[in-house]
C-alpha cells in the first residue's frame, strides 16, 4: 500500500475542523498552557518556505503540552489594518477591506494546508470592527487614566480631580508636561470646564502634543522609525521629512523604569532584551540649567557628567529646539534657516547613525556659564536630536568625540580638564581622571565624588539637580492613514470628547479616495459622514455640525501597534461582546507560555505590547504585568538565489563556469525555473520576461549552469519558494520536518528544495514500517528487547529535544528509529503505536492515518504522551570479544551477572574456542566481567 500523502492529509484536515479537535476550553480542569506566535499581516504575495519556520516549531510544541494532558490555546489571526493595504487600495481603487479579506482566505487556506493546530474559533483581525471596538476602548482608559509616581502605578483621571479639587496640584506628583503650572484648590474650581480640560490633557497618559514626526509627503502619513530605511518610506522608497504635528501620543515614558525592571523577570532572548534597555536608555547625571545671556530664556541640558561642566567651551541646540528662534541674531537668521530646512530632510535614525557628517551653525548667541559666568557660544547641529533629553547638549570637546570632533571642525576652544589624558581620546572612558577644573570644590577629586559635589554646588545656585534620564520617548500614537482603527473622539470647542464603550465601535466611514485632501487632512477628511450626533449617539453628515448637538470626529487613525498590543488577551475570549474579556477566562488563562516570532519587532510591538500590559494590570483589567513568560526568536529560513551571467552592453548570457572570461553583469532570475542540477532552460528564461526573449547564450557542456547565492528570501531576488507547491508534491509533513530538519530554531538556514527529498524517504520507510506490502502489518505480538529499547531511547531523546527547543535533532533520531526497528523487523503494536505518538508532533497526517489504522476511534491529539522506562535502556547482556592471545577471534553475548567462573566455562565450551585452541589445553584464561576474555595458550 503506497503512502498517497495528498489524500491522507486532505482527509485529517477536514476531520480536525469538523471535529474542532484543537478547540481550547476557558476553565477547564486540566493544566493550561498558552502557546502563540507573533500574528501575520496578509500580504497579497502569501507566505513563502521562510514564513510558517516558527508556525511550525509552536505547533509542535502546542502538541507535545496536549499529549501531556495540558489545556493547550494555540490561536491565530491577522494583523489587517496597515500601510501596504491602503497603499495597494490608493493604486486600484480598490477598498483595502476587500483586499484584506482576500489575502486573510489566500493565508488562512496556506496555513490550513501546512496541518496546523490551530483553534480557529478564537481568530481576530485587527481591521474588524468587532475587534476593533476594544482597541478603542483601552485608548479610552488611557485618556481616562493618569501616572501616580507615588505609588507607581497608573489611576484614574476621577481620582486626580478630585485632588486638584481638594488639594490642588502642588503636592501631586504625576508624570506630567513640563510646563503644568501650579494651582490651589480655589484656582481649580474656579477654571472653566475647557481649562480644566486643558490642565487634564497634561497629565492623561494619552494625549495630544505638537511633536517633531516623520513626515512623508508622497504617502501623506506619519512613519515610525522603524518604517524609515535610509532616509526614505520602506514603502515605496519616498523622502521623508521631520515636520511639527498636533498628535496623540502615549506616554510610555511613564513606564521606563518597570519596562527595564521587567525584563529580569521574563525568560526571553538576552539579544532582545539588551535591544528594549538601549532603547529605554537609562542614565543617571544632573539637569543643568545655562542662563542665555541677553534673553529671559535659559537652556537645560541633561548630562551624565556634571563634573565635567568646567570643559564646556560652546553648548548644542537640535535644530528643531523651540528656543533656536527666539535667540538667533538677525545675522545669523538667514544660515540657521536654510540649515533647519536641510535637517528636516533626514530623518532621526539616519542623524543617528551618521558620526562622520559634522555640520552646524552658530546662533550668534550665547548662554552663561553657571560657575564662571563666561559666555559659552550657542550653535545648533543635526547630531543632537530635539526628543532625546531635553534637545540641547552642553558641549565638553575633551570628554565626548563628537563634541571634539564639532569643535575641531568649526575652530571652537577645547579645555582640557583631565589631568595627563590625551584631549583626542574619549576621556569619559576612564572613570578615575582626575578633575583638575578651575575651582576649589572640584579640583583633584576623583570621578565618582566629583558628580557628587558638582550636583549639590549647582542646586545651591539653583541651576541644576540631580536627575534620571531616559532615552525612551512618548510614543507618537496618530497615523495620517485610511486603513487604521478610527479615534472614538470627537471634538467640543476644539478639545477631545470621548465616545461611551456602548456606542462602540466607530467604523470607518466610506471615503471617495484613500489620499489625504487636497487641504492636507488626513484621508477621513474626504468622508462626508464623520459627525457625532451627541443626542443620537450616531455618526451623521458633516452637513449638520453646528458645534451645539453635532461636532466633528478625529480625522487621524491608530497605528499599525494599537491592535498588536493586547490582542494575545483578547484571545482568551474573543466572542465577548460586553467585555474586553471576562475576569473567569483572564484569570484562567492569565499570560502567555510561550510566544514564539521575529526578532526584529524587539523594540516596536514588543515594547508597546509590555507597556499596554502594564497599564492594564495597573487598572485591575489583566492579572499580570507582563504578557509573556518565556519568547523564543526563530532564525530566518534564506532562499538560494538563481545567478545568471549577462556580457555587458549585449544581450548575450554565459554559463557559470565561463563568466570570468567575460565582463559579465549579475541577474537573478525565478528559482522555480532551475532544477536540482543549477541547469536553467534557455527556452524558460525566454518566455520569463520579454527583454529575455531575443537573448543568445553560451553554454557549456549543452547546459547553461546557474550561480547560486544564499541571501534573504523575497520577491525582490526571485528567490520566493511557495509552500504549497512543496505541500502538493511531498506533503505537508515533509515541509514541516524539513524546516525543523534545516537546523537549531533560533539560527538562519538556507532553503534547498532537493534536501526534501530525504525526509520525505524517511516518511515512506515509516509507513513500510506499518505495513507488509499492501497489507496492514501491525500485530500484537510481543514486542523484543532490541525494539523496547529502541522505543524508550527515542521517547527519551524526543522528549528532551522538545522541551529544549531542540526539534532539528529530533528529526534525526526519528530516522534512527525507524532504522533500527525496520532491521529487528519489529510489527508490535506495543511499540508501533507510542511510536506514533511521538511522531504525531512533527508529522500529524501520517501519525493519524496510522492511529486510526491501529483501530483508534479518537483523533492522536488527545494520547498521552509516552513514558520513559530506565529499565529498557539498562544492559542486561555484555558482548564479549574473545581473544586468543590477544587478537580478537569472535564474540559471545553473556549475561552481565555471571560471575568468572561461569565466563570461563562458557568460553571455554564454545565450539569456536575448540577449533582456535584444535586440542591444546590453554596456560591461562583472563577474564575481565564486563569487558574481555583473553585466552592465552
Not at 178 to 188: G, K, M, N, Q, S
Not at 517 to 544: H, Y
Request: glycine share 6%; with cysteine.
Amino acid at each position: 500500500m503506497s503512502y498517497d500523502f495528498n489524500t491522507i492529509e486532505a482527509r485529517w484536515q477536514a476531520y480536525w475542523a469538523e471535529n474542532g479537535t484543537f478547540k481550547a476550553e476557558n476553565n477547564s480542569s486540566k493544566p493550561k498552557y498558552y502557546v502563540l506566535d507573533m500574528f501575520p499581516y496578509p500580504s497579497g504575495a502569501g507566505l513563502h518556505v521562510g514564513h510558517p519556520l516558527g508556525y511550525i516549531a509552536s505547533d509542535i510544541y502546542a502538541r507535545y503540552k496536549r499529549h501531556k494532558g495540558f489545556n493547550v490555546l494555540h490561536p491565530q489571526g491577522y494583523d489587517s489594518f496597515g500601510l501596504p493595504a491602503e497603499q495597494y487600495a490608493i493604486q486600484t481603487g480598490q477598498h483595502p477591506a476587500i483586499t484584506t479579506r482576500e489575502n486573510i482566505a489566500r493565508y488562512r487556506q496556506q496555513l490550513d494546508k501546512i496541518g496546523f493546530s490551530f483553534d480557529w474559533s478564537r481568530e481576530v483581525k485587527t481591521s474588524d470592527p468587532t475587534f476593533y471596538k476594544w482597541t478603542q476602548w483601552i485608548f479610552i482608559q488611557l485618556f481616562n487614566s493618569w501616572y501616580d509616581n507615588n505609588d507607581d502605578k497608573a489611576r484614574s483621571i476621577s481620582e486626580l480631580e478630585k485632588l486638584f479639587s481638594e488639594e490642588g496640584n502642588i503636592n501631586v506628583n504625576a508624570v506630567c508636561d513640563e510646563d503644568v503650572i501650579a494651582f490651589t484648590p480655589d484656582e481649580w474650581n474656579s477654571f472653566s470646564s475647557k481649562e480644566k480640560q486643558e490642565i487634564l490633557l497634561k497629565y492623561r497618559l494619552t494625549y495630544l502634543a505638537e511633536t517633531e514626526v516623520n513626515w512623508c509627503p508622497q504617502l501623506g502619513t506619519v512613519l515610525a522609525n522603524d518604517e524609515i530605511v535610509n532616509g526614505v518610506s520602506e514603502r515605496g522608497g519616498y523622502p521623508v521629512i521631520r515636520k511639527k504635528m498636533t498628535q496623540w501620543s502615549m506616554r510610555i515614558s511613564a513606564y521606563a523604569q518597570r519596562l527595564l525592571d521587567g525584563l529580569n523577570t521574563i525568560d526571553w532572548p538576552q539579544p532582545l532584551k539588551d535591544s528594549q534597555t538601549n532603547w529605554i536608555g537609562r542614565s543617571e547625571g544632573a539637569s543643568v540649567t545655562f542662563k542665555v545671556k541677553n534673553h529671559d530664556e535659559v537652556i537645560d541640558v541633561f548630562t551624565t557628567r556634571p563634573d565635567t561642566i568646567f570643559g564646556v567651551s560652546f553648548m548644542t541646540l537640535a535644530p528643531e529646539h523651540e528656543l533656536v528662534a527666539k535667540v538667533t541674531t538677525s545675522e545669523q537668521k538667514e544660515a540657521i534657516k536654510t540649515y533647519i530646512e536641510a535637517t528636516a530632510k533626514r530623518s532621526e535614525r539616519e542623524r543617528m547613525a551618521d558620526v562622520k557628517t559634522i555640520s552646524g551653525v552658530f546662533t550668534g548667541a550665547y548662554a552663561e556659564h553657571p560657575f564662571t559666568k563666561e559666555p559659552v557660544p550657542i550653535w545648533i547641529g543635526d547630531y543632537v536630536l530635539a526628543g532625546y533629553g531635553t534637545g540641547a547638549v552642553m558641549a565638553v570637546p575633551c570628554g565626548d568625540q563628537r563634541d571634539y570632533d564639532f569643535a575641531k571642525h568649526f575652530g571652537i576652544e577645547i579645555p582640557n580638564i583631565f589631568e595627563g589624558v590625551d584631549i583626542t581620546e574619549e576621556a569619559f572612558a576612564d572613570k578615575d581622571n582626575t578633575i583638575i577644573a578651575n575651582s576649589d570644590f572640584l579640583n583633584g577629586l576623583k570621578y565618582k565624588k566629583a558628580v557628587k559635589t558638582a550636583i549639590y554646588e549647582l542646586e545651591k545656585l539653583g541651576q541644576g539637580e540631580g536627575k534620571i534620564n531616559y532615552r525612551l520617548r512618548d510614543a507618537v500614537f496618530s497615523r495620517q492613514r485610511y486603513w487604521g482603527e478610527p479615534f472614538p473622539v470627537y471634538y467640543v470647542d476644539g478639545m477631545p470628547q470621548m465616545i461611551e464603550l456602548k456606542h462602540l465601535p466607530i467604523e470607518l466611514p466610506e471615503v471617495e479616495k484613500y489620499l489625504p485632501t487636497e487641504t492636507g487632512e488626513p484621508p477621513l477628511g474626504r468622508a462626508d459622514v464623520w459627525a457625532w450626533n451627541t443626542e443620537s449617539n450616531t455618526v451623521v453628515s458633516n452637513d449638520l455640525i453646528d458645534h451645539t448637538s453635532v461636532f466633528p470626529l478625529e480625522l487621524n487613525t491608530m497605528p499599525g501597534w494599537a491592535g498588536s498590543s493586547y490582542y494575545f488577551n483578547r484571545y482568551m475570549d474573543p466572542n465577548n461582546e460586553e467585555e474586553v474579556f471576562s475576569q473567569d477566562a483572564i484569570e484562567y488563562w492569565k499570560e502567555v507560555d510561550l510566544y514564539i516570532g521575529g526578532s526584529e519587532h524587539a523594540t516596536g510591538h514588543l515594547l508597546y505590547a509590555r507597556f499596554w500590559q502594564k497599564f492594564l494590570f495597573d487598572r485591575g483589567i489583566v492579572p499580570v504585568d507582563e504578557f509573556a513568560k518565556k519568547l523564543i526568536n526563530q532564525g530566518m529560513i534564506l532562499g538560494t538565489s538563481a545567478i545568471i551571467y549577462r556580457v555587458s552592453g549585449t544581450n548575450k548570457y554565459v554559463s557559470k563556469g565561463l563568466k570570468d572570461q567575460y565582463n559579465v553583469e549579475e541577474l537573478r532570475v525565478d528559482v522555480n525555473m532551475i532544477n536540482a542540477s543549477d541547469e536553467l532552460l534557455p527556452e524558460d528564461l525566454k518566455n520569463w520576461q520579454p527583454q529575455f526573449k531575443d537573448a543568445e547564450f553560451e553554454l557549456e557542456d549543452g547546459k547553461y549552469i546557474v550561480g547560486r547565492e544564499v541571501e534573504k528570501m523575497s520577491k525582490r531576488w526571485f528567490n520566493v519558494v511557495n509552500p504549497d507547491g512543496i505541500c502538493d508534491q511531498y506533503g505537508a509533513d515533509s515541509l514541516r520536518l524539513y524546516e525543523m530538519f534545516l537546523g537549531p530554531l533560533e539560527q538562519a538556514k538556507p532553503w534547498n528544495t532537493a534536501g526534501i527529498t530525504g525526509v520525505h524517504g524517511f516518511l515512506k520507510r515509516l509507513w513500510k514500517l506499518y505495513h507488509n506490502g499492501d497489507v496492514f502489518g501491525v500485530t500484537d505480538s510481543e514486542p523484543t528487547k532490541d525494539s523496547l529499547k529502541t522505543l524508550h531511547k527515542t521517547i527519551k531523546k524526543v522528549e528532551e529535544d522538545i522541551e529544549n527547543f531542540s526539534f532539528n535533532t529530533s528529526v534525526s533520531t526519528f530516522m534512527i528509529a525507524v532504522n533500527e526497528l525496520t532491521a529487528q523487523k519489529c510489527n508490535a503494536k506495543a511499540i508501533l503505536e507510542p511510536l506514533l505518538v511521538l511522531v504525531s508532533p512533527y508529522a500529524p497526517h501520517i501519525a493519524e492515518e496510522l492511529w486510526s489504522k491501529l483501530g483508534n476511534t479518537s483523533s492522536i491529539a488527545t494520547a498521552s504522551f509516552p513514558i520513559f522506562e530506565e529499565k529498557h535502556l539498562v544492559e542486561s547482556t555484555k558482548k564479549y570479544p574473545i581473544s586468543f592471545n590477544g587478537k580478537m577471534r569472535f564474540t559471545m553475548e553473556l549475561p552481565l551477572d555471571m560471575s568468572k567462573d561461569d565466563i570461563e566455562a562458557a568460553v571455554m565450551a564454545h565450539e569456536k574456542t575448540q577449533q582456535q585452541l584444535d586440542g591444546r589445553t590453554p596456560k591461562k584464561v583472563i577474564v575481565v566481567p564486563g569487558k574481555i576474555v583473553n585466552v592465552v595458550g
